[in-house]
């Protein structure tokens, strides 16, 4: 087999990208398109199915099979296609109101049962396309059309979530961070399983800024904790440092701790409690926040196990047989002379006159 | 160890021909009457009656022992002629219990045989009944033959050797029930007692212990001479052929089967538990050795969005549920319908309205099948009309799935799903295979795939499984501009999309079958019905027929596109009658397209049309 090589381009649509000018979500959709064709995978085997909210537009995009479903579905309707069809690769495009308020049993079930779909949730704190509610990640007081005087909903932490709900692969990057998207688009990409990504999105129409703390020039460096395999995790130049201390995760101005203390980041701990315990670090992008994959563990996969019990089934007892499927309950034949009468009766529905029933 | 009962009744009890029998087991969930009732009706089955079945659950799992809302029974009629329902009046009925007896006994006929388990009329159960005398000994019960007997005493005596303990003991009661029924109608004894060591392989001391009950019951039977008078119902003329007892829930869940192996699809079903469509996964699920796959879902949604993601990527994909979850897929209904994917939707449908009456049949979502979505969203829509015929229309709905890229809706409702009846088996090697072609190659200019360019007789879209080189696309719930595919906002495309896509399912109509219709040419009267009052409709016109009224009847299968001919039927007679369980919803439909004043005969009591009140209705239409 050849490999095919693609540039970014292959994977572009002709349809006119609708986004406002200066979205987060262009630069996604950058990442995602030169991601795949550096990959050399068949263009055809790649599937992006979607809900609705601005980033859920994003399969019109991409020169790949794609649906544009229904509100917060997207997930339930990708385990669909994974799992009937395990060859191909299936990826969800969400956002925090479509994934995490109206489609939030989808997301946790996929993640819990494994099927083997990449979820990158555009988490832009906001409800872009219906112009500006606050969100189930908007942070509390937020003031927004429907929430004049604050909103008082408190908010999920999507990486948390995604932990609490069994996810095997979880990791949280930036939109304007190509590399680093790429990076994590990559390893999501050789994870067996569902990965889930929280993408920061901004959303310079509505909450322009959110993500600020962590992307700003002067912010970011003190803010942004790049979580790296293998490695202590330090950040602000070497200055802070992530120590546990009573199963908690806390910052600590790194001389004040001996090195050996300093936390070092493993993904694939098989139990995520540490990984939730980075996950709370911060509860929003307000302050020292990490970036990078949380988890990276591997168990087996539903649509693998769910063909195989098919596989199985198909050694235990043959390819099905219709025939034999439609007697296994017991057969009787009446046979042209049967014994109390003669071929030919009216059968049900016939224009019967004989006797009446009760 | 069936040598054991005596094949020749030994004692003098004269046995008594009848052309059919009604017998209903009724006692608390807990006593194992659907399990009786089932093997008595499989009995029966292989003896060569003809029969149906009735059974009717509580709606909790187990409720407080003893009392009315538990208890659970099972109907039956047997005969020797093709009947067609089970029976509007028990001719026999096992009372188990006080509540049992309270429940059902208004139901027997006069002069019916009862029998009472004796052990259970003690004070605490006659109380919770609501008895305020002992009914075996205040004369209520003369105008039946009463057969009283101590059955849990008996049934512990029996398995006292077959070293089962404690509360089981009493489990086999049901068992002890069922052999004195066998005596009592004269049921073949070998194919309960196969069925026991069957069911309970593993188990060697539940097997004995059954089988001793059931033993002991027939000779019960015996040496009392339990009744003056002992039944029998010969086997039944029915058409040649071989014949299984079926199930609704079961002849659908075959039929999706047989249409995935007729198509070559492998059937995929996203679904999430509910009553009373539940067994059809339980079916699906263990034929996995068919290609079958089934999901069950963490909802409803869940379980018609896998099945939307499974047709894209080219299954047989089939959803199923009861009203209240249809009324949770609606949305994605209208996704599926506006992305134009084969789709099968089941709804076995329930008492209404909310959870209204779980393991009762209704036929209240005929509306909703039809409208039930929003936006103009025209679906082809189906019914059963027997629990065999079930196995018929579910490939029915596949094949118009397929070939017309549409959702078809498929209706079926308690009284199909859980009722039984003999199935003349088809010739499977006569199926007619469904041809499906997924699109290979682009077939648009310069190498374009359009997903919406039609087939010029379906109308239907070309359906591209992905995987597939150079057909890369994408479908979605917006609007689709006419031919590419691509969203369009256009106002004559919206218009000419949505005429295109009610056009292509009214289309369907020149692909059914014309209605037949069955009965008196010069009638005075047309029965009309869907769904499951088939049998009680025909059987209904029959006893009319007796008493020498003209009676046609036509039952519709296909209720969205109707068949062609169904306005030139009903321009035919003068008087139309149309029965359904629910306030009217078909005699809506029929009144607003072909504005006739069809008469409703319109019941909603949780319960089918007795035979008798459809008569009595066509009776009074046919003075
Ligand atoms: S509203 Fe916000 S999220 Fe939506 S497209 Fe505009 S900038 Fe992007």
Redesign the pocket.
């Known amino acids: 087999m050849t490999t095919p090589s693609y540039t970014r381009s292959d994977f572009q649509t002709d349809q006119e990208v609708r986004?406002?000018p200066?979205?987060?979500?262009y630069t996604i959709l950058a990442s995602v398109q030169q991601f795949l064709a550096g990959l050399g995978r068949a263009r055809e085997e790649f599937v992006f199915i979607s809900g609705i909210g601005?980033?859920s537009r994003f399969p019109y995009y991409m020169n790949t099979y794609g649906m544009h479903s229904i509100h917060g579905r997207a997930p339930a309707i990708a385990t669909g296609v994974a799992a009937t069809r395990p060859e191909l690769s299936v990826w969800v495009i969400t956002g925090d109101g479509d994934g995490l308020s109206i489609g939030g049993n989808h997301l946790i079930h996929a993640l819990r049962r494994n099927v083997n779909i990449k979820i990158l949730l555009f988490n832009?704190q906001?409800y872009?396309?219906t112009?500006g509610q606050y969100s189930p990640t908007s942070e509390p007081g937020k003031t927004t059309k429907s929430s004049p005087f604050g909103s008082i909903d408190y908010p999920f932490n999507p990486i948390s979530l995604a932990l609490g709900a069994e996810a095997s692969f979880v990791a949280r990057t930036l939109d304007m961070d190509r590399n680093h998207t790429q990076a994590i688009l990559q390893a999501a990409y050789e994870h067996e399983g569902a990965s889930f990504i929280e993408i920061y999105?901004n959303?310079?129409?509505?909450?322009d800024k959110a993500f600020i703390q962590v992307t700003g020039k002067e912010e970011r460096v003190h803010n942004r904790i790049d979580l790296e395999h293998g490695k202590p995790i330090v950040f602000d130049g070497g200055a802070k440092a992530v120590v546990l201390r009573g199963g908690q995760a806390t910052v600590v101005d790194s001389n004040s701790v001996d090195p050996s203390a300093i936390l070092v980041h493993d993904e694939t701990r098989p139990d995520p409690s540490v990984a939730f315990a980075l996950s709370r670090i911060s509860h929003g992008p307000y302050g020292p926040t990490p970036l990078g994959i949380f988890r990276n563990v591997n168990r087996p996969t539903y649509d693998e196990e769910f063909n195989d019990q098919v596989a199985k089934a198909k050694e235990r007892s043959g390819e099905g047989d219709l025939g034999k499927l439609i007697t296994s309950r017991g057969t009787w034949t009446v046979s042209e002379k049967s014994p109390n009468g003669s071929a030919g009766s009216n059968g049900s529905g016939g224009n019967g006159s004989g006797p009446s029933e009760s | 160890m069936a040598d054991e009962i005596a094949t020749e009744d030994p004692s003098s009890t004269p046995t008594e021909s009848l052309e059919k029998v009604v017998v209903r087991f009724a006692g608390d969930s807990g006593d194992g009457m659907q399990v009786a009732g089932s093997r008595f009706t499989d009995a029966s089955a292989l003896f060569g009656n003809d029969l149906a079945t009735l059974p009717s659950f509580p709606a909790e799992i187990r409720a407080p022992a003893g009392t009315l809302p538990g208890v659970s029974s099972f109907q039956v009629q047997i005969a020797d002629f093709d009947i067609l329902t089970a029976g509007d009046a028990p001719d026999c009925l096992v009372a188990m219990n006080p509540a049992a007896l309270m429940k059902n006994l208004k139901d027997l006929r006069q002069g019916g045989t009862l029998i009472v388990n004796t052990d259970a009329f003690e004070e605490r159960n006659l109380t919770k009944a609501g008895y305020e005398t002992n009914p075996l000994e205040d004369g209520s019960l003369d105008a039946y033959r009463t057969i009283k007997v101590p059955m849990d005493s008996l049934t512990k005596e029996a398995v006292k050797d077959t070293g089962v303990s404690g509360r089981s003991v009493l489990r086999s009661k049901n068992f002890f029930a069922l052999g004195l029924l066998a005596w009592l109608f004269h049921r073949p004894t070998e194919p309960t007692i196969k069925w026991a060591e069957k069911k309970f392989a593993g188990k060697p001391e539940v097997v004995a212990a059954n089988v001793e009950a059931f033993k002991a019951g027939y000779n019960f039977g015996i040496t009392t001479e339990a009744t003056k008078i002992t039944f029998e119902v010969k086997p039944a003329t029915l058409r040649p052929g071989t014949y299984t007892n079926v199930n609704g829930n079961t002849a659908l869940a075959w039929g999706l089967i047989a249409a995935s192996q007729l198509s070559g699809l492998p059937l995929f079903y996203g679904t999430y538990p509910i009553t009373p469509a539940s067994d059809i996964l339980h079916e699906l699920s263990r034929h996995k050795n068919f290609g079958v796959r089934t999901f069950q879902a963490e909802d409803e949604i869940a379980g018609v969005g896998t099945a939307i993601g499974a047709a894209f990527a080219g299954n047989l994909a089939v959803t199923g549920s009861s009203g209240p979850g249809i009324a949770l897929k609606s949305e994605s209904i209208s996704l599926a319908f506006m992305t134009e994917l084969p789709l099968i939707v089941i709804n076995v449908q329930r008492g209404g309205p909310s959870t209204g009456l779980p393991t009762k049949p209704e036929q209240s979502d005929l509306l909703f099948s039809l409208y039930g979505r929003h936006g103009e969203s025209p679906l082809p829509v189906i019914a059963a009309s027997s629990p065999s015929n079930a196995f018929q229309m579910a490939i029915e709905a596949a094949r118009i799935a397929l070939k017309y890229m549409t959702p078809v809706m498929l209706l079926s409702d308690n009284y199909v799903a859980n009722g039984s009846e003999p199935w003349l088996l088809p010739d499977i090697d006569s199926l007619e295979p469904m041809e499906v072609e997924f699109a290979q190659h682009p077939n648009g200019p310069d190498g374009v795939f359009l997903p919406y360019m039609r087939d010029v007789d379906t109308f239907a879209r070309p359906w591209a499984k992905p995987g597939t080189p150079g057909l890369e696309h994408r479908i979605g719930g917006l609007e689709k501009e006419a031919i590419s595919g691509n969203v369009s906002y256009d106002p004559n495309n919206h218009q000419l999309m949505t005429d295109t896509r009610a056009w292509k399912v009214a289309n369907i109509a020149n692909d059914i079958p014309e209605l037949e219709v069955d009965g008196d040419k010069d009638a005075d009267l047309l029965v009309l019905g869907w769904g499951s009052t088939f049998g009680t409709i025909r059987a209904a016109a029959r006893r009319a027929r007796l008493e020498g009224r003209k009676v046609a009847t036509a039952h519709l299968h296909y209720i969205n596109p109707l068949p062609k001919n169904l306005g030139d039927v009903l321009g035919s007679y003068d008087k139309i009658l149309l029965p359904e369980m629910n306030t009217g919803q078909l005699l809506k439909v029929i009144r607003a397209e072909f504005l006739i004043d069809v008469v409703g005969l319109n019941k909603v009591a949780g319960e089918p049309f007795k035979v008798s009140e459809v008569t009595e209705k066509i009776m009074e239409m046919t003075k």
């Open positions: 986004w406002c200066g979205c987060g979500d601005c980033s832009n906001i872009g396309l112009k999105q959303c310079n129409v509505f909450n």
